[in-house]
């Protein structure tokens, strides 16, 4: 049986290591041929504009990696408007060159839809290629939603069509699916909170030879 690594909180000193991760997962598939069609170029432009979302997330949301660096989960703070990232354009032009009209046009897309009440907007969820069908997946999604269960929120989700069935499983709800033009559909989704679940976030990925100490109850829970 695979041991699903612990999900940790990630630092700035993990900026590049998570760009790379998110470029990885990306790399081989629709979405990531429709933004950069050259595939000699593509890894470095996924990286290089991963950086730029990996820096805003940390200032105006979290980032969750696995101890081993094969997944990570991003997302923003969306409880008020978030400003885009510091000098977004000449620092995408510069990533993507004659590519980033496709990330602009994206970005533009995925914000005409986006909820304006305040929601968690879980931007990312990528697993490295090498380390899929493990369940690293689906652990991350499990303490990320026990973590907004706690604090009530809705959570706001985009992903390929077709790829929406590990989501579903965690409680998330579709909605109108968006088509690029000559390019993937997108399929956005919506997950309720369920603060009754219970009052601390769940981490199931620990490593199997690390007992976590039992935590106190309140009169609450008990």
């Not at 981490?203 to 109850?217: D, E, G, K, L, W």
């Amino acid at each position: 049986m695979d041991v699903i690594p612990r999900t940790r909180a990630a630092r700035w000193a993990d900026k590049e290591p998570i760009a790379a991760i998110v470029a990885d997962a990306l790399h081989s598939g629709p979405l990531a041929q429709w933004l950069v069609p050259d595939a000699t170029c593509r890894q470095r432009i996924l990286t290089d504009v991963a950086v730029i979302w990996v820096e805003h997330a940390m200032f105006f949301g979290d980032i969750q990696i696995t101890d081993d660096l094969s997944a990570a989960a991003m997302g923003f703070h969306r409880y008020r408007s978030i400003p885009p990232p510091s000098n977004y354009r000449s620092r995408l032009a510069d990533a993507a060159g004659p590519h980033a009209r496709q990330f602009e046009l994206l970005d533009q897309l995925l914000t005409q839809v986006r909820p304006t009440e305040p929601h968690y907007h879980l931007a990312v969820l990528a697993v490295i290629p090498a380390a899929r069908q493990r369940g690293i997946g689906a652990a991350m999604l499990t303490h990320h939603e026990s973590r907004l269960d706690r604090i009530d929120m809705p959570s706001w989700t985009e992903t390929i069509h077709g790829s929406q069935d590990v989501y579903r499983r965690h409680g998330y709800l579709p909605r109108p699916a968006l088509t690029l033009l000559a390019g993937p559909i997108i399929a956005p989704m919506r997950r309720n909170p369920h603060p009754t679940r219970g009052s601390w976030p769940d981490n199931i990925a620990r490593p199997a030879t690390v007992t976590a100490p039992a935590r106190p109850q309140s009169d609450a829970q008990r």
